[in-house]
């Protein structure tokens, strides 16, 4: 995905960055790289997949959530940094817990946050099971199982918040069983299944809200 790719699929979904967004965009990116020799934060490094894959990707959460009515997000199993730090670039009046079970992680997180000078944005060396807050929305992409998810984020939802899971294909995952699950606890909002563009790889966003 070219820079030109990039703006107009992030156009079609409702997502303007300015050039000062797009600045920060890319010196997060020589970080990835840069970091990425030291420790492993990601398979994917090459600038087109990251711009599609990490960076698009995270933004693809818009499809489904008004962030500009989010006061607090928390990052479950952040990693690199999405979709936090993308979200924190593109909406900075968000306050935004990142949460990581690595150290390594966090301290390339840290730099990131010093470098691009975010505010309002603090890492959390922990496991989610071991944190507690309450938040607007909590959002997790690719971490785990949705039920293994919601034992390790949904404490973390304020009641009538949101727990997001962003995911490959979900067929496999929310079967008729495991969806009556789920649904005696939470209130399922919303499932959204569409294809990342260029490489047309299926994608799909669950929400939660927490009753």
């Not at 390790?152 to 699950?181: Q, R, S, W, Y």
């Not at 209130?187 to 009753?211: A, G, Q, V």
Request: hydrophobic share 40%; proline share 3%.
């Amino acid at each position: 995905m070219s820079e030109k790719e990039f703006l107009e699929e992030l156009e079609k979904i409702g997502v303007y960055p300015t050039k000062n967004q797009l600045s920060q965009l890319e010196k997060y990116y020589n970080l990835l790289v840069e970091w990425n020799e030291k420790i492993n934060l990601t398979r994917i490094i090459e600038k087109k997949d990251v711009y599609l894959k990490h960076f698009y990707d995270s933004l693809t959460i818009v499809k489904t959530v008004n962030l500009e009515t989010i006061n607090n997000l928390c990052d479950v199993g952040t990693g690199a940094g999405f979709p936090g730090i993308v979200l924190k670039i593109m909406y900075p009046h968000i306050n935004i817990t990142l949460l990581d079970s690595l150290q390594k992680r966090i301290n390339f997180l840290n730099v990131v946050i010093n470098t691009l000078n975010l505010k309002d944005i603090k890492t959390i060396h922990t496991r989610s099971e071991d944190y507690r807050g309450q938040y607007d929305i909590v959002v997790s992409r690719a971490v785990a199982n949705i039920e293994k998810l919601l034992t390790i984020a949904m404490h973390l939802v304020k009641p009538g918040g949101m727990f997001v899971a962003m995911k490959g294909n979900i067929d496999k995952e929310i079967t008729p069983k495991i969806k009556t699950k789920i649904e005696k606890k939470y209130i399922i909002e919303k499932i959204e299944s569409f294809f990342l563009p260029i490489e047309n790889s299926s994608r799909s966003i669950i929400i939660l809200k927490n009753r």
